[in-house]
T-cell receptor, first 112, second 115 residues
Framework: DGGITQSPKYLFRKEGQNVTLSCEQNLNHDAMYWYRQDPGQGLRLIYY???????QKGDIAEGYSVSREKKESFPLTVTSAQKNPTAFYLC???????????FGPGTRLTVL | DQQVKQNSPSLSVQEGRISILNCDYTNSMFDYFLWYKKYPAEGPTFLISISSIKDKNEDGRFTVFLNKSAKHLSLHIVPSQPGDSAVYFCAARDSWGGGADGLTFGKGTHLIIQP
């Protein structure tokens, strides 16, 4: 079955620690994305990657970093510089120029 | 500055009736619009989309209407079913991105289908 997987589902970290969220897709999609959702808010774009070894900042990239070494994988690191890291993080992928993005199940990150 | 607005945080509709969810946008460069359905603690599921060159797209019980002059789109669900209860997000794509930029989302409308 093709799809997008994110692990873990729930993640707890102490304040000041970096944490990496995993995102893997086997849809053979070129483009991948990271969004953040806060309560009562829409999804906001953190980073996106149109192709391997290339990525661009989204609207709220500060305090985050990404890599795209393989087509299938787009991990997101939440650094200690991110002021409010507690949120629901969603990874997505697409086949440009089609606009539909397909989402993974999400990771709930809680920083204590 | 919100470029995609969903002004109704929630909407309650009786089962079997029509649900109409609305969305307004401000960016004239948006060329593709999408609706997603989301359950709590899950990723959004793509429902239906429409290109800016069309004014209507239909898929089963779901129809999306686009009024470019008013910068307004709406999602119609007919008939509404209990499983339709979820948060619905309107999203838009900027045409400059070549189709690979991220989407801009509204804040969502929580649709509640009453039995």
């Amino acid at each position: 079955d093709g799809g997008i997987t994110q692990s873990p589902k729930y993640l707890f970290r102490k304040e000041g620690q970096n944490v990496t969220l995993s995102c893997e897709q086997n849809l053979n999609h070129d483009a991948m994305y990271w969004y953040r959702q806060d309560p009562g808010q829409g999804l906001r774009l953190i980073y996106y990657s149109q192709i391997v070894n290339d990525f661009q900042k989204g609207d709220i990239a500060e305090g985050y970093s990404v890599s795209r070494e393989k087509k299938e994988s787009f991990p997101l690191t939440v650094t200690s510089a991110q002021k409010n890291p507690t949120a629901f993080y969603l990874c997505a992928s697409s086949i440009p120029p089609r606009g539909e993005q397909f989402f993974g199940p999400g990771t709930r990150l809680t920083v204590l | 500055d919100q470029q995609v607005k969903q002004n109704s945080p929630s909407l309650s509709v009786q089962e079997g009736r029509i649900s109409i969810l609305n969305c307004d946008y401000t960016n004239s460069m948006f060329d593709y619009f999408l609706w997603y359905k989301k359950y709590p603690a899950e990723g959004p599921t793509f429902l239906i989309s429409i290109s800016s060159i069309k004014d209507k797209n239909e898929d089963g019980r779901f129809t999306v209407f686009l009024n470019k002059s008013a910068k307004h789109l709406s999602l119609h669900i007919v008939p509404s079913q209990p499983g339709d209860s979820a948060v619905y997000f309107c999203a838009a794509r900027d045409s400059w991105g070549g189709g690979a930029d991220g989407l801009t989302f509204g804040k969502g409308t929580h649709l509640i289908i009453q039995p």
